[in-house]
């Protein structure tokens, strides 16, 4: 039972365009939720993050969106390099003491110089 | 200085045989993790430890049993080792509290069962 999914396994974009991620989830009992970017042969590195209680976050060249009605989150990457070229995670969670965060199924970036 | 750090990065070991990953943490965290991701990429939770205590274990075999020696530290040991359990496992920490914070994995270590 996959409660976190990525649809799209892979996407390119051409280098300055924006590039959209998307995650839609099943359990309403989420209330955080994060991206995480992956380079092979390294662990998952925390790129953003977003509480239920908003529907936007904004770090730098990164926003994620959250539309808690459909049950869907996009991140966005606004312009778009080559060195973002990774695999994407999205993950969500519960409140303080649920001890565990759940992946969706990654979303390979290829950004085109 | 890595925040989480799990060795060794590559094991390469025979069937049936014992094995270790450890990992510690030197973020201050109260709440560690092992992940296993598989041959279809999924990160899976198998086990999380909030100071030292274990909170989940995620239908994983009895052959594979954590330790958490303190909060710092979380080792994975794995008894009678099968082909089906060469993967990649993630080692995390987190705080878990009034509000919700990130996870910090290690780099991974590639388990391959021959």
């Known amino acids: 039972d996959q409660q976190v999914k990525q649809n799209s396994p892979s996407l390119s974009v051409q280098e300055g365009r924006i590039s959209i991620l998307n995650c839609d989830y099943t359990?309403?009992?989420?209330?955080?939720f994060l991206w995480y970017k992956k380079y092979p042969a390294e662990g998952p590195t925390f790129l953003i993050s977003?509480?239920?209680?908003?529907d936007k976050n904004e770090d730098g060249r990164f926003t994620v969106f959250l539309n808690k009605s459909a049950k869907h989150l996009s991140l966005h990457i606004v312009p778009s390099q080559p060195g973002d070229s990774a695999v994407y995670f999205c993950a969500a969670t519960w409140s303080s003491g649920t001890y565990k965060y759940i992946f969706g199924t990654g979303t390979r970036l290829k950004v085109l110089a | 200085d890595t925040a989480v750090s799990q060795t060794p990065k590559y094991l390469v070991t025979q069937m049936g045989n014992d094995k270790s990953i450890k990992c510690e943490q030197n973020?201050?965290?109260?709440?560690m993790y092992w992940y296993k991701q598989d041959s279809k990429k999924f990160l899976k939770i198998m086990f999380s430890?909030?100071?030292?205590?274990?909170?989940i274990n995620e239908t994983v075999p009895n052959r594979f049993s954590p330790k958490s020696p303190d909060k710092a530290h979380l080792n994975l040991h794995i008894n009678s080792l099968e082909l089906g359990d060469s993967a990649v496992y993630f080692c995390?920490?987190?705080?878990?509290?009034?509000?919700?914070?990130?996870?910090?994995f290690g780099q991974g270590t590639r388990l391959t069962v021959v």
């Open positions: 973020l201050g965290h109260d709440t």
């Open positions: 995390a920490s987190s705080q878990v509290g009034q509000r919700n914070t990130e996870a910090f």
């Open positions: 430890y909030n100071n030292k205590e274990l909170i």
């Open positions: 977003i509480s239920s209680i908003k």
């Open positions: 359990n309403s009992m989420f209330d955080y």
